[in-house]
């Protein structure tokens, strides 16, 4: 996950969350017993409640496994409006793109490995005179569940709701002090852990998440980065011959403020289809 933004002296700052960091970070802690707060005071959540939330959680988990192989195995038409955003809140300035795009994972040596792949379908007029967000990655934030960081955030339920008809338990995370980070932030090639929070509905069905808000814990205005904050919607894509349904992105909204500017990129998947390798082999004579 990647994210540029100009900082007053044109350096570039980068955002490496979920596809970068997390490669080196993936299987070097040991993951502990799942974070709620279950305070028996008076007014308390519900015991019942709060023990049925942990087992939702731990579905969850595995399912963002699956989720990872399953995008491997397709592809997508992916749509990216970066804009600049006024005081008002509008956007006073648009460049559109399409992109054929894919996110393959890989553990093959024991960490999780997460590549994006672009090819650009259509490019957009670029305005030498303006400098846009870039952002990549952040349709796999929910990495945040998976196991392996499980000792970095506290992870409290905090109701249940009823989304297109699907009940969906909302689970509201933030950072252990001090533990590990799947995101930082680059600056000037020094890295700065990126602490996160948020909110996750899991459809309680399937254990998949259904959507994810997050945030930052506390201010980087000492790096010029004011604010950030990124909504995701994953959407059920039905598959035929052999029937399957994945749950996969479907869209991205990513916000970053500064003292001076805001921007925002909005990222739109849709049209998957299945992804399929093909092998040419070539037979030509032996040369002598």
């Known amino acids: 996950m990647k994210l ?3 900082s007053s002296r044109r350096a570039f700052v980068a955002f490496l969350a979920a596809i970068l960091v997390c490669t080196a970070l993936v299987g070097a802690q040991e ?51 970066q ?15 399409v992109f054929e795009y894919q996110l393959q994972s890989s553990s093959r040596t024991g960490a999780l490995r997460l590549t994006e792949t672009r090819d650009p379908v259509k490019t957009a007029l670029r305005d030498p005179n303006r400098t846009l967000l870039i952002t990549n990655g952040f349709a796999s934030l929910l990495v945040i569940l ?56 899991i459809d309680e069905e399937s254990g998949a ?6 945030s930052l814990d506390g201010s980087l205005e000492d790096l010029g980065l004011r604010e950030l904050r990124s909504e995701i919607h994953y ?29 925002r990129n909005v990222h739109r998947f849709t049209g998957y289809r299945r992804f ?9 004579e032996k040369q002598p």
């Open 4 to 6: 540029r933004f100009p």
């Open 31 to 81: 993951p502990t017993t799942i974070q709620t707060h279950t305070e028996a005071a008076a007014g308390g959540p519900d015991p019942a409640f709060v023990a049925r939330a942990g087992d939702i959680i731990v579905h969850a988990r595995k399912v963002i496994g699956n989720f990872f192989e399953q995008t491997s195995n397709v592809v997508c038409t992916e749509n990216v409006s």
């Open 83 to 97: 804009m600049m955003v006024a005081k008002n809140n509008k956007p006073v300035y648009r460049e559109e793109s």
């Open 146 to 201: 998976d196991g392996n960081y499980e000792a970095s955030y506290v992870f409290e339920p905090i109701s249940e709701d009823t989304v297109d008809g699907r009940t969906v338990l909302k689970v509201h995370f933030k950072p252990v002090a001090g533990a590990s980070s799947p995101a930082a932030v680059q600056l000037q090639g020094r890295n700065y852990p990126l602490q996160l929070k948020g909110d996750l509905w």
């Open 209 to 214: 998440i259904v959507k994810l808000i997050s």
């Open 235 to 263: 959407a059920i894509v039905q598959f035929h011959s052999p029937e399957e349904a994945y749950w996969m992105p479907a869209s991205a909204v990513i916000d970053l403020e500064t003292p001076k500017q805001h921007w």
């Open 276 to 284: 399929r390798a093909t092998i040419q082999v070539g037979m030509g």
